[in-house]
């Protein structure tokens, strides 16, 4: 195929980038000598003070990260950046029995992974509300984390028509909705097999608003909206003066298929979508739509007005909204510069219809005429956030920096490196209509030998800086499981979780609260135990079925103390469970061979702890 000298231009652009990424990598710092520093001696103690948290004194931030193909979401201490916790989502974690028990089994389905890329604290007018965290995953999931226990309450999903969950999952200002598009643009509905030659025509890509009870916090799904078969990355939701509107980045404007890294970068822009999610929502009401996959789907072209489509420089990752919602900030990834669209000039353009033209249906607005700059950030910019005194600062991965800059004046004014090649970067609140600045996480995809040795593993990087002074300072590394994609921080005050059950909440229907009342009840080959555990015994200590049973087992820990947990595994079983004070947990599992097999407490509780055990005794059936 012959290309064009424009085509050549554009691809010797995009080689040039790739290359100075490459050469980079590989002029990346070499592993420093232990225990030594360059840094001047003033300089490590005000960083030590700085980020040091006392023995028995308390972080200022929780930072939520994600795990991405770890399934789970890892909490750390801001300023400390002590891992506190790992909140199980999508895989099993033996650690809290979580994927062992049956509702998290359940809750899990068959899929026993997860993809997790962007956590999304819920808000009330725009301000972190400390309630709830919401997660996605690549497979058309979205899970609800209860921070009252921080534990996952609900996954939603797979839902139709959604194909790589990626764009997501990012809530509304009063978490009304919480959006979810596609990555991969497919035939829809899913099971329709159409040969890839025609990908420009007959895949499509699709957006869907998960709709969340204000109170309990249930999701379901709201809507369902038609798009281009673009391939949609990133978001977010417009606040105060862009309320009722979502943000949404795509590439792959030119429909195509193969070597992408190519074929998807001949255009020198791509697009972010904004759609109106308070008409998309009306729409929906009033049954507008066409049935796909069984759900209904709402076809822009047929109902207009719920998106329109804004220019931005090629590849676009990230795509955020300024505190009082009067920008909208695009980042190409294959550009030198970030893109500050103005929504008021957005809203004008709508409404003098200002358009270059349509894309299946849906409007592209005149670049000229929405946006208000074109800030030089540097290399690879990605993600922006923002501080409380009109700053913005966006990552560069291809520079492995972050840029600080002003809105406004759009002058940059200042850089820190990162080591290295920084993906995403989360400021203290940094989301929200009011932003918090005084810390700034860079989420690095690599960590370049900045630690002890641990094979070719190596772990990933999290940087703390510090955004109180002029200038950016970086005062700590920290080494975070795999693999942050985005995060999210909020003051601790905010939160307040229990750390305890309390009984009169349990209404689980096989919750027993005395040891007397433990024991065997059977119906046929049903078998349910109702077992106690406070320390150092579980009641009872043994129990006896058959061979064929299927048992169900229900701990209640009956303890009202504060770290009480207690745990049970039965050996051979594959079973383990953890259960928290006040709470009950059931396991089911069919009893497959005669024998005895010792079940005890896996979670350390007393001195006694050793002593804490019984046996499960299946006799032969016959």
């Known amino acids: 195929m012959k290309m064009s000298k424009k085509s050549l231009i554009q691809l010797a652009s995009v080689a040039a980038l790739l290359l100075v990424a490459v050469v980079f990598g590989h002029c990346a710092p070499s592993a420093p000598q232990r225990a030594k520093s360059m840094t001047p001696v003033s300089d490590v103690a005000i960083a030590a003070q700085k980020t040091y948290v006392a023995p028995g004194d308390l972080d200022e931030y929780y930072l939520f990260s994600s795990g991405g193909h770890s399934g789970q979401v890892y909490v750390y201490g801001v300023p400390s950046m002590r891992h506190l916790s790992t909140i199980p989502v999508f895989t099993p974690y033996p650690a809290t029995g979580y994927g062992f028990d049956d509702d998290s089994k359940k809750m899990l389905g068959g899929l026993t992974w997860g993809d997790v890329h962007h956590p999304s604290l819920s808000e009330t007018k725009g301000d ?98 038609l798009l281009p078969p673009f391939d949609w990355d990133l978001g977010d939701a417009g606040k105060l003066a862009s309320d009722g509107w979502m943000f949404l980045t795509a590439y792959n404007s030119e429909r195509a298929t193969g070597k992408l890294e190519v074929t998807s970068t001949q255009r020198d822009r791509d697009y972010i979508a904004a759609i109106n999610w308070r008409d998309a929502e009306k729409a929906a009401a009033e049954g507008k739509g066409d049935l796909i996959g069984g759900v209904k789907v709402l076809d822009p072209a047929k109902v207009p007005g719920l998106v329109y489509l804004m220019p931005c420089g090629k590849s676009p990752h990230g795509v955020d909204v300024s505190p009082d919602g009067k920008y909208v900030v695009g980042s190409g990834k294959l550009q030198g510069v970030t893109t500050v669209f103005n929504f008021e000039k957005i809203a004008t353009a709508i409404r003098n219809k200002d358009f270059t033209g349509d894309e299946d249906g849906i409007p592209v607005l005149k670049y000229e005429s929405i946006k208000d700059a074109e800030v030089p950030v540097g290399l690879g910019p990605l993600h922006t956030q923002f501080g409380p005194d009109g700053f913005a600062y966006t990552s560069l991965f291809v520079d492995s920096a972050i840029a600080k800059w002003k809105l406004g004046t759009w002058e940059v004014v200042d850089k820190v490196p990162m080591s290295y090649s920084i993906g995403h970067l989360c400021a203290a ?36 800086v510090d955004i109180t002074e002029e200038k950016m300072k970086l005062v700590y590394d920290a080494f975070t499981e795999p693999e942050p994609h985005y995060a999210q921080m909020i003051k601790a005050d905010k939160v307040h979780p229990i750390e305890v059950y309390p009984k009169e909440e349990n209404k689980h229907p096989l919750a027993i609260w005395d040891v007397k009342d433990a024991g065997l009840t059977r119906s046929g080959d049903k078998v349910t135990v109702k077992m106690v555990a406070v320390r150092s015994t579980l009641t009872p200590t043994a129990f006896e079925v058959k061979q064929g049973d299927t048992v169900t087992v229900a701990l209640t820990n009956i303890e009202q103390t504060t770290d009480e947990l207690h745990g049970f595994a039965i050996l051979d079983y594959n079973i383990n469970i953890v259960v928290d004070p006040g709470e009950t947990k059931t396991v089911t599992f069919k009893v497959q061979n005669a024998g005895v097999f010792p079940y005890y407490c896996t979670n350390f509780c007393s001195a006694l702890h050793q002593e804490m055990q019984g046996y499960l005794v299946v006799k032969p059936r016959g």
């Open 429 to 464: 609140e940094g989301d929200t209509v009011s932003p918090d600045g005084k810390w700034l996480v860079g989420l690095n995809k690599l960590s370049h030998g900045r630690h002890l040795p641990v094979g070719p593993s190596q772990p990933e990087s999290s940087q703390l």
């Open 128 to 225: 972190y509300d400390g309630r709830w965290l919401f997660v996605n995953e690549m497979n058309g999931r979205l899970a609800r984390i209860d921070l009252r226990d921080f534990k996952t309450k609900q996954i939603l999903g797979p839902i139709p028509n959604i194909s790589g969950n990626h764009a997501s999952a990012f809530v509304t200002p009063n978490t009304e909705y919480s959006m979810m598009a596609s990555r991969f643009s497919i035939p829809i509905p899913k099971g329709t097999a159409v040969d890839v030659d025609k990908y420009a025509s007959l895949y499509k890509g699709v957006v869907a608003g998960i709709k969340i009870d204000p109170q309990s916090g249930t999701m379901s799904l709201g809507f369902e909206i």
